[in-house]
Nanobody
Framework: QVQLVESGGGLVQAGGSLRLSCAAS????????MAWFRQTPGKEREFVAG????????YYGDSVKGRFTISRDNVKNTVYLQMDSLKPEDTAVYYC?????????????????WGQGTQVTVSS
């Protein structure tokens, strides 16, 4: 079992930055593919970014490409999401997710473990 805990959410003005963290416990993250998703009320979870187990390959949703950066520190068992040039439409609850294997899917049902989420609010 892997337990994931997100932190770093909050309120920021448009154009600002936030860095989310996802700390894992229970097992080392080095063998897991990791991803960030986000969700707004009434909508499905949206893929934001994913990273391979080694950290060598990253993937991004079209709406955040060029503004967000996913990274991981397998020694600290933590995954990060650096969010720059934030827009009001980035407002959502952000979730960290993990799965075994090599593939980095963009669909939520393929992930095995989830954190509780952290709220990000971007004011205009």
């Amino acid at each position: 079992q892997v337990q994931l805990v997100e932190s770093g959410g909050g309120l920021v003005q448009a154009g600002g930055s936030l860095r989310l963290s996802c700390a894992a416990s229970g097992r080392t993250l080095s063998s897991y593919v990791m991803a960030w998703f986000r969700q707004t009320p009434g909508k499905e979870r949206e893929f934001v970014a994913g990273i391979s187990s080694s950290g060598g390959t990253t993937y991004y949703g079209d709406s955040v490409k060029g503004r967000f950066t996913i990274s991981r520190d397998n020694v600290k068992n933590t995954v990060y999401l650096q969010m720059d040039s934030l827009k009001p439409e980035d407002t959502a609850v952000y979730y960290c997710a993990a799965k075994g294997g090599l593939h980095t899917p963009r669909t939520e049902h393929e992930y095995d473990y989830w954190g509780q989420g952290t709220q990000v609010t971007v004011s205009s």
